[in-house]
């Protein structure tokens, strides 16, 4: 499956901080054929560094999407029976607008000029594309981690859109430990002088920077358990220790590894707005009452955490169901066995593919029905 | 195809579980139904094919609930106490508890909560008044393994030893209102002497 990356552009986006963007451009791939009667259509929401290319092999780089284990042919989300759209989210840096990209009013890069968005925002943009491409509903919005937390915000703004939606490894609202991680990143990312109070567009960029912050990133999506498998305290390429500040373990070079490749993929101002829209991320607006925000929930709702994952950890997807629950809503989930932390919605996919073929098959049957 | 081994295997199920069929006759077409410690959920399955019900189910083990999600039942794993705090009053038309009431720790907060959270409870358990355990106990002058309760008592999931009878005097004591009963021996619906002749006993509370 061959797939081209496409664009959408947009007069204009009202942000939840106020601001307002002219114009707007949004990066999309679509996979499967839409039926007769548009009712077919699945979004993926893409986690923090995700881009548009969720499945396929992208035409201009050959490489396969983010989650091609579980999006095309016969796959859990089938482009045989779906069709399936994915965007590369509002504030990022593969195609969609975001700070690296030019503000029409100076001719230059937005850089911190670029106003702060919010979870809520990727969500109202995904919304004018959906439109765009003419469909009236959605069968389902299905993601993991910040993607989880665009699915749950599709599910509390525009619930008679959604059929369902399956939050994956995600949280109703950001902890204090996962707004730690991103401030580290942020301020890893701030404290290089190349990165120039983010005016670096036309220089060299914060490379070191941007780097840390993957490496800390890397970190919190395995687990012990994964690390001390894959890694242990192996060491790279060498007998013994080297006595100095080199690489000495298979950890330290894949982690560098990790650091050096994301550089050359992703800009550093997206990951400081990128995470600030991560942190922001509360489904109650700070008042903590999750059945209010939920209100009257038609929406089905199937609910994803991993048993290792420590970053998004299982009780955060069960005070989502428990919520549901007391509202009467129609919620399947499951803790999933894995040992691979957070990296599981990606990686570990066997079983996530079992119950996201089932319960997409009932919610279009069930949709079919009514 | 899939979707043809998978009905087989449910039916297939179903019949291996006599007080099912008793379950799908109590239960009105259209209703809301919780199945508390639903396994895979053979049981929702059915009722959502045949009698077109509302179906929920909780379920703690990891593997049942992704059989029953991929079945299409809306399940949630966890635990049943915790599971039924949850809902509102009578949020449900029928709470079952199908051949699990001898596992769980404390049976009488069960009963209570499926009749708050449901109009009607259905009940059902092995029948530990059967003659067959009776003699076996007798017998061998151990703890009984049988066909109605097949394990040795260290691997036991069973907690607690309940006959037909025994359920009787609990409802009464307890004013747990009994509205139907049904008594299985194998496939078969009996009313003669069902403490020693019925192994598996289907109650309609509420």
Redesign the interface.
Same mark, same amino acid.
Request: avoid cysteine; aromatic fraction near 10%; proline fraction near 5%.
């Given at each position: 499956m061959i797939v081209e990356t496409r664009c959408a552009q947009f007069d204009s986006l009202a942000l939840e901080g106020g601001a307002t963007l002219s114009p707007v451009e949004v990066a999309y791939e679509t996979y499967g054929e839409l039926n007769a009667d548009r009712s077919n259509a699945i979004l993926i929401t893409h986690a923090f560094s995700g881009d548009a290319h969720a499945a396929g092999i992208s035409h201009e780089t050959g490489k396969p999407g983010w989650w091609d284990n579980m999006i095309g042919p016969g796959k859990a989300f089938d482009t045989d029976r779906y069709f399936v759209i994915c965007s590369n989210a509002l504030g990022g840096c593969q195609g969609t607008t975001g700070p690296g990209s030019i503000n029409p009013a100076t001719g230059a890069a937005y850089a911190m000029s670029f106003p702060v968005i919010t979870i809520r925002d990727m969500v109202h943009l995904q919304k004018m594309l959906v439109d765009r491409l003419g469909i009236q509903q959605l069968l389902c919005v299905a993601g993991g981690s910040m993607g989880g937390m665009q699915a749950l915000e599709w599910a509390v703004s525009y619930p008679e859109f959604v059929r369902c939606v399956i939050p994956i490894a995600t949280t109703w609202r950001h902890s204090a430990q996962q707004i730690a991680f991103n401030e580290v990143g942020r301020q890893a990312i701030m404290a290089d002088p190349d990165w120039c109070e983010g005016d670096y567009y036309d220089k060299k960029p914060p490379a070191r920077g941007l780097s840390v912050a993957r490496m800390v990133g890397h970190i919190t999506y395995m687990s012990d358990e994964s690390m001390r498998e894959k890694f242990g305290r192996k060491l790279r390429q060498k007998e013994k220790f080297g006595f100095d500040f080199g690489v000495d373990f298979e950890v330290e070079s894949y982690l560098r590894y990790r650091g050096n490749q994301f550089v050359s993929r992703f800009d550093a101002n997206s990951y400081l707005y990128i995470t600030k829209a991560e942190d922001y991320f509360d489904l109650t607006n700070g008042t903590g009452k999750l059945s209010d925000a939920f209100g009257r929930v038609d929406t089905r709702f199937l609910v994803i955490s991993f048993t290792s994952d420590w970053l998004y950890p299982s009780y955060q997807s069960q005070e989502i169901v428990r919520v549901l629950r007391r509202l009467n809503g129609d919620v399947a989930y499951c803790d999933l066995p894995s040992n691979y932390g957070h990296d599981a919605f990606l990686v570990d996919v066997a079983e996530q593919t079992e119950i996201v073929r089932g319960f997409l098959d009932s919610t279009a049957r069930t949709a079919k029905a009514a | 195809m899939a979707g043809t081994a998978e009905t087989l295997h449910s039916s297939a199920t179903l019949a291996a579980r006599p007080d099912f069929h008793v379950i799908g006759e109590i239960i009105q077409p259209g209703s809301r139904v919780l199945d508390l410690g639903c396994g895979e959920g053979e049981l929702l399955a059915w009722l959502v094919e045949n009698k077109g019900v509302l179906a #929920?189910g909780v379920e703690i083990s990891?593997a049942d /609930? #992704?059989?029953?999600?991929?079945?299409?039942?809306? /399940?949630?794993?966890?635990d049943i106490n915790e599971?039924l705090a949850?809902?509102?009053d009578k949020?449900f038309d029928y709470v079952i508890l199908s051949q699990t009431l001898q596992e769980t720790r404390s049976p009488v907060r069960v009963l209570q909560e499926m009749l708050r959270v449901g109009r009607h409870a259905i009940v059902s358990f092995p029948n530990f008044g059967h003659w067959s355990v009776r003699a076996a106990m007798l017998f061998t002058g151990q703890a009984p393994k049988t066909k109605l309760f097949p394990y040795n008592w260290y691997d036991s999931p069973n907690i607690h030893f309940l006959s037909i009878n025994d359920f009787e005097y609990l409802c009464r004591e307890k004013g747990f209102p009994i509205e139907r009963r049904y008594f299985l021996s194998g496939q078969h619906r009996t009313n003669i002497f069902p403490n020693l002749l019925g192994q598996t006993a289907v109650f309609l509370l509420g």
């Open positions: - | #929920r990891s /609930v #992704r059989r029953a999600i991929a079945r299409g039942v809306s /399940v949630y794993q966890g599971g949850d809902y509102p949020a």
